[in-house]
């Protein structure tokens, strides 16, 4: 590798930083043997890489230690959080008093790093997903041209995950040479060693084959630690791997290299002869002082209203094409937008933005996993992040998507393609789960537009509403329902047919709200009016607006998706009328309930029970 | 690499090789042209390995391609399903004129593989899956001594994805000689060039690394095909990768190496000249004659009744331990166990399977996607196998599982650790999420136990039940609930409060039944009784039997989850009531509902609304 030759730190600047080392193990110790829980040997093996990471490589401010153009620090191994808090508190983020209140109900000193705490960008602690969240940080950084450099911390049992090397992959693709690895090899996993123990030269050849820089050397070894960091520092053109070789439990003779302290703090009773090992005792005050728990977390800028969607009225539009012709008025007036597809975009239409605004586009390749944690790394850096790929697949990186609701992260998704509707393809391809999945996230919205204009304005909405924001698309044209001016509150719900002799409710959305209305056609020539809902958003529910509307059509319900009957419409509509506290006297939820195949759209949709015929059916047996 | 020099194929072996892989190239182009949607350029950059694998290295029964100790072929790239298809034809397993039914509704030959045809093993079309079944299917011959080999035709495209990598690094520790890749490596990706292209020493790199032998061949040259195939059979000590440099669209001239033909069948105007560029045209009779689709798919062996759960009545148990204990039980009238640990093995308690039966369990290490899939593989060939890990990781494998079931596979997996009851560790270690997403999946049952002796009886009625079984366990040690003689109907619940006065009835599992009957005891002594219901079995539901209970207690209705509002308890008992006609006076859905944090398990479950005292409250705000 290339490397330009740097100042060798003095004797004195490796003596603090050793010293720091130490204070950060001993802090580790303490912290966890006085919660009763936690991974203290996790930390001892990472203590001289974290202490030449913050106090010799890294510049931030202290006192805003989230500020944009401050040096970040991922710890993708999340259990070693008493090692992260520690070196907060030894830089003075928070006072070290803190560090004592780790995992108390009362603490933002969580388990596991949470954006609560100041300095830290994404929660971690489902492991693998660090590197993700860095390599967003850092092509937000390049995008920004921002100094910031990113440091993430993985540790050796968590690279057995396939998206650290989809991470990987995308870091040395984009040549992120303003990010660096610290690997913190231990050779201990949680139940047994780890595959490859100690053999370094397999990590080298995993990350060179990525186009990433290596260094390999012993994490312990303090000048050796900085002379890496030096050099990670002053190359240019990849990104940067420093690869050590550690102890788990370093320092301390009953714990070092010994299996079997996983997730184990030291007992009262030896922890003085552990912290004497380590250089101790140290004092640190007794009083914790009061919570440093960030009470208001970043959420989307704001940004002018963009074009109105022009839509020719009597020509239909698939929504997955309206998600891209949103994207693009979108990144008019707001040049905050990224959007990153799965090796799809020519699917999903998001090559509509591409092609309009290519600095601003990121090929994901079929990576999934990474791509959603890499959205949390730019959502982090104040981006606003569009990911997409067909629906089904976000159900690989369902695990990350769950982790960016813990981190209070602001993504948006796109998944096209749901249901049976996409036809011929086969059920591997059709998303039967996607809105059950993204309803079960904290702080989702689920959004499933019917038409092209109001595809366009929940892709505003989600642009400026923070949290996980879900947009479920269609493969097949649909007709065009809206006008170009009309609004779509959240919640909120379309009433598309409506009389005083109704007989009950049918609420739709997508392929099933057209149906829905074909239905209601045919209901009414035959002589039975009924009411029909578009139910642009599945998440938040109104459920007393939706109730008064059912109310109003005898307590009668049919709702009708294109999705498994677990955890879709109907149950979400069901619960937010029990919430409400409405009396249903009748309902039939219409879904999927047979394992699809493939065939022509219409024949799938009316075989699996989703089509008109079947709400007609079911309209007449209640109403 | 270490080889022994086979005899060299003949000109006559060569030149017929050369015939099958263009009539496999030809088929692929008629059928997907008749079918009018379909992927034939993928097909033609793999139409020479395909035939050298299945008519010169391959030795199977075309009568009975899914037999024990035929050899297999897991097309992970599963958008190539017409050569596929084709090569089931051209060997005799289907006739010719089958392939032309392509994609139609009537027609077992979906737009990607699903074990409803003879010959496939698992459904494959979400990409980057097929080599973990590969792993499994190797593992599991190598457990019956079979001399079956495995071979997995992989795809550039989903070599992005992280999972192959976790895959390739179990195959190579494990050391799966028995197991081949084949990677078509043509270029192309969906919407652009893959991220390496023809870089074939990147993927020497990446495999060399996991311990596999690498040879890199030009796909389209048979005789190299031929030797490479001759070279992975004799070879010993590691899994083998056959790294083949293809052209997509190959043998036709405005085809070949061409973007923007991803996904698009030849043009019908276009088709006659196409097939006469690959030797063509050849006849296929018109008649496509009735399906070959398999109308039965393997169910877990039966086995003798293991000893019956013993525990102290008097000394509460985790249901996590429980499961450990019930596997060692299993284990010993079972024979087809296989359990695989996500490195949680002494947290999930499978470390107890291990220890009574170590030739039956498989380190997965930290890599859940691979975990699940790997059993899918096993299952197939008529493995018992349980998966573990902590129920909040099994959101990482979503996908895979939702594959599993379009595979039709008969796994177990077990999720512990659910909830905010795991206290100190945080949100990213608490499932909040797992019974929503297991629930939204097609074949599914999903079992929570609130006492050992349940959990062990719920552990045996997986392994003998077909489909995707989850189990979801709990952190806290809970007090025994049943004699070691009661039985776990499926559907079904128990209830363990009951009166002729009662005012509601209150559903719960897992740590909220241990509330809610604390719940019960204090109302019963505040003069109010209600009946309280074990919900162990939470899907299936049988909505007739709860309706009867909570229409005895005047429909009033309270229900309690360690677990988020979406999908859930809650919504599952509602559906079930409103498809069973049941009436609702009154309900009250307690579920967590806000983002929590560490804390220890009491105060956690107080504070997020789900213990004794909220249960008191929602059932008087009601009764």
Redesign the interface.
């Known amino acids: 590798m290339s490397a330009t030759k740097a100042a060798e730190p003095s004797t004195s600047t490796i003596d603090a930083i050793k010293e720091k080392a130490n204070r950060l193990s001993i802090l580790s110790m303490m912290s966890t043997t006085a919660?009763?829980?936690?991974h203290p040997t996790s930390c001892m093996s990472a203590a001289e890489l974290v202490a030449g990471t913050f106090f010799y490589a890294m510049k931030f401010d202290p006192k805003n230690p989230n500020s944009p153009d401050g040096d970040r620090f991922v710890l993708s191994k999340?259990h070693a959080a008493p090692v992260l808090y520690a070196a907060f508190a030894v830089a003075g983020v928070i006072p070290e008093s803190r560090v004592m209140t780790l995992?108390?109900?009362s603490?933002e000193l969580?388990?596991?790093p949470?954006p609560?705490i100041p300095g830290v960008d994404a929660?971690?602690?489902?492991?693998?997903q660090g590197l993700s969240v860095g390599a967003g940080l850092a092509i937000g950084a390049k995008m920004d041209e921002s100094p910031t450099r990113v440091y993430v911390m993985l540790g050796d049992?968590?690279m057995?995950?396939?998206?650290?090397?989809?991470a990987a992959?995308f870091a040395g693709?984009y040549k992120l040479e303003n990010l660096t690895v610290l690997a913190d090899v231990n050779a201990l996993?949680?139940?047994?060693p780890?595959?490859y123990q100690h053999n370094m030269e397999?990590y080298r050849?995993?990350f060179?084959?990525e186009d990433w820089a290596v260094q390999i050397i012993d994490g312990h070894d303090v000048p050796a630690v900085l002379a890496a960091l030096d050099r990670a520092k002053a190359a240019k053109g990849h990104p940067q791997a420093i690869l050590a070789r550690t102890i788990k439990g370093h320092g301390v003779s009953f714990l070092a290299g010994k299996e079997h302290w996983h997730g184990k703090p030291i007992p009262k009773d030896r922890l003085a002869a552990a912290i004497k090992e380590v250089g101790g005792p140290i004092d640190v005050p007794a009083d914790p002082g009061k919570s440093y728990a960030r009470t208001t977390l970043p959420e989307p800028p704001n940004f002018p209203a963009p074009a109105a969607p022009e839509y020719d009225p009597a020509k239909p539009v698939a929504t997955r094409e309206a998600y891209g012709f949103a994207l693009k008025r979108l990144g008019a007036v707001n040049p905050h937008l990224v959007a990153i597809?799965g090796?799809?975009?020519?699917?999903t239409f998001s090559?509509v933005f591409q092609d309009a605004y290519p600095d601003h586009f990121y090929?994901g390749?079929?990576?999934?996993?990474?791509l959603v944690s890499a959205g949390v790394g730019l959502a982090a850096r104040g981006k606003v992040p569009f990911l997409d790929t067909f629906a089904?697949?976000f159900?690989?990186a369902?695990?990350q998507v769950?982790?960016a609701?813990?981190s209070?992260s602001n993504i948006n998704l796109c998944g096209s393609h749901c249901g049976i509707s996409i036809?011929?393809?086969?059920?591997?391809?059709m998303a039967?789960?996607d809105i059950?999945?993204f309803?079960?996230?904290?702080?989702s919205a689920v959004f499933y537009p019917s038409d092209a204009v109001s595809a366009e304005r929940l892709v505003e909405t989600m642009a400026r509403r923070p949290g996980i924001n879900y947009l479920r698309t269609s493969r097949p044209k649909m007709p065009i329902l809206y006008g170009k001016d009309e609004r779509f509150p959240v919640p909120g719900f379309k009433v598309l047919r409506k009389s005083d002799q109704d007989k009950a409710t049918v609420i739709g959305a997508g392929i099933t709200l057209h149906e829905a209305l074909k239905a209601a056609d045919q209901l009414k020539s035959a002589g039975t009016a009924v009411r029909v809902i578009d139910l642009y958003c599945v998440?938040p529910l109104d459920g007393t607006a939706l109730a008064a509307e059912i109310t109003a059509t005898g307590g009668r319900l049919v709702t009708v998706e294109d999705h498994?009957?677990?955890?879709?419409i109907?149950?979400?509509v069901?619960?937010a009328l029990?919430?409400a506290?409405a009396?249903?006297?009748?309902?039939r939820?219409i879904a999927v309930r047979?394992?699809p195949?493939?065939?022509?759209p219409d024949?799938?949709i009316d075989?699996f029970g989703i089509s008109a015929k079947h709400i007609v059916e079911a309209v007449n047996s209640i109403a």
């Not at 057995?160 to 989809?166: K, L, N």
């Not at 090796?343 to 699917?347: A, E, P, Y």
């Open positions: 919660a009763g829980s936690g999340g995992r108390e109900f603490s969580e388990g596991h949470t609560r929660a971690t602690g489902s492991l693998g049992g968590e057995a995950e396939g998206q650290v090397w989809e992959a693709h996993g949680q139940s047994e780890t595959m397999i050849q995993k060179e084959s597809s090796d799809v975009k020519n699917s090559e090929q390749y079929i990576a999934e996993q990474n089904c697949f159900a690989r369902y695990d769950r982790m609701a813990i209070r036809g011929e393809d086969g059920p591997s391809q039967l789960e059950a999945i309803r079960a996230v904290h702080s998440k498994w009957a677990e955890g879709g109907g149950e979400a069901l619960a029990a919430q506290g009396a249903l006297s009748k309902s939820l047979n394992m195949h493939s065939g022509k024949e799938l075989a």
